[in-house]
Structures are given as C-alpha cells and as structure tokens.
C-alpha cells in the first residue's frame, strides 16, 4: 500500500496515522498434509520388514541338497582333498570317499557334532595324513552347507 497525498483518494492515509492492519486470514486447509504422513509410515513399515526378514536365521536342512551337490561342486571339493594329500586322494577312491564326504555332511546338517575319529573311522579315509583338515572341511561353510 503506497501513500497517497490526495485526500480525495480513497487510499490516502492522514498524515501521522497507521494504516489499517489487514484482518488476518487462517490459510485454507491442505487437502494432501497427511499424504506426508502416508509415505513416512509406508517407508518405515518397508524398512522394518526389510530388517525383520534380514535377521531372520535360514531355514536348516536336514541334508546336502541335491541342487547344491552338483559334479562342478564335487569336483571343488575333490581337488580341495587332492591338495590335503594327493597320495591318498587318487582316482581309484574317488567315488568312495564322494560318498562319505557327502554322508559325513548329512550328518553334520542333520546335528551330529563330528570329530577326528567320525573320519579316520571311515573306511574312505583310511590313512589320511590329516584327518583334522578333512574335518574342517566338512564343518566349514563352503562345501557342507544348505544353500
């Protein structure tokens, strides 16, 4: 608002006055504020149910998938046990000690704890020059495990 010095003017303002103060007016109500709300609790409800799934143990089996038990991953295997003691580990016994490897896994997944003399019992593993290795393979994750 400008001042005017023409009294004839309606917006003319006497000199050493105030304007009139403007009646405040409440802002008209926002139709979509509780959209705002909508999409925080949406992203929260998705992050929680990202984290719940995430922490949640997988599921146990019982035994060596047949999925995972594959020729490629018996022949990891194999050549991990060729490395452990080539003079034991030949293509003579190969079948057999597959074999116990996969039933010495099954019971492992299945909750038997094994030990040393779970494989220099085994007649697959008769005279292995360390047995321990063989048994670290068989507990650790990369080759007896569900998935």
Known sequence: MSYVNDPNDPNYVVPNTVPPIAEAVEPAPNPLKWLWWLLGLLVLAALIWTLVRACQPHENCTSLPGTLWTQSHQDTVWSTLEGYDAAHFTAAN???VISELQALCNRRLGGHTLSVNDITGSAAFTGVADAGRVLS?????????CS
């Open 137 to 145: 393979l068989i507990n650790g994750t990369a080759f007896c495990r």
């Open 94 to 96: 190969r079948g057999a």
